[in-house]
């Protein structure tokens, strides 16, 4: 099946150890999408790729970056992990570019628990 | 920025049904209204979206005033499994050539018990 796959499911990391999260996808949707979820909390978008266009939000920290190397994979860097990074992070795709009638489709989120 | 506003949360016995009615006020006239699912510890899923009156897949109906100011996601007969919390997103317009993105609210956690 089409979908969407985040590697870990769950990363440890020390304090100020750099991290990389992973998303791939079976999809071919040309936008992929990185949020943050804290616990008890809405998911709140970080970035996004509009294919090889990358769109940061204005209140994501400068410690967070991402990389996508092609249509396929995107990547997640935590340059420089607080305590307060801690949450499920969740990769998302979609079809296109305007929001009438798209849906964006969720990959199962990874989990950084920071030490 | 169209905003929503939900109940925070909702409990239901089992075999009811279940309407969680969404508050979007500012609406903008191609905006679509849009509910999302989500289990603890997963991504959220999508489960359904309108833009006028009524919406009806096999897990859901979306009913849509003619004002389009508020929406109501009905659940037909909940089982513990619907135990979720339902996020309802309207659209943000964006320029075009650039991706939609989708602003949560506090969504509506909905707890079904026997």
């Known amino acids: 099946d089409a979908m969407v796959i985040q590697n870990p499911r769950y990363q440890v990391t020390q304090f100020g150890k750099p991290v990389t999260l992973s998303c791939s996808q079976t999809l071919n949707h040309n936008v992929m999408y990185w949020y943050q979820q804290k616990s008890s909390q809405a998911p709140k978008l970080l970035f996004h790729y509009y294919d090889k266009d990358f769109n940061n939000e204005a209140d994501t920290p400068d410690n967070f970056q991402s990389r996508r190397p092609n249509t396929s994979f995107c990547f997640l860097d935590i340059r420089s992990p607080g305590l307060g990074d801690a949450a499920m992070y969740l990769c998302?795709?979609?079809?296109?570019?305007?929001?009438?009638?798209?849906?964006?489709?969720f990959g199962p989120g990874t989990r950084l628990l920071v030490l | 920025l169209a905003k929503t506003t939900q109940p925070i949360s909702m409990d239901s016995y089992e075999g009811q049904e279940v309407n969680i009615t969404c508050s979007h006020n500012?609406?903008?006239?191609?905006?679509?209204i849009t509910w999302y699912q989500q289990f603890p510890s997963q991504g959220p899923r999508f489960i359904i979206q309108g833009y006028k009156t009524k919406v009806t897949n096999e897990v859901a109906s979306l009913f849509i005033p003619a004002d389009r100011k508020s929406s109501t996601l009905s659940l037909p007969r909940v089982s513990l499994s619907d135990t979720a919390v339902y996020y309802c997103?309207?659209?943000?317009?964006?320029?075009?050539?650039?991706?939609?993105?989708?602003?949560f609210g506090t969504g509506t956690r909905l707890q079904v018990t026997l």
């Open positions: 500012n609406i903008a006239t191609n905006d679509y």
């Open positions: 997103l309207v659209g943000d317009e964006q320029p075009t050539g650039t991706a939609s993105k989708l602003t």
């Open positions: 998302a795709t979609s079809t296109k570019g305007r929001v009438d009638q798209e849906t964006q489709y």
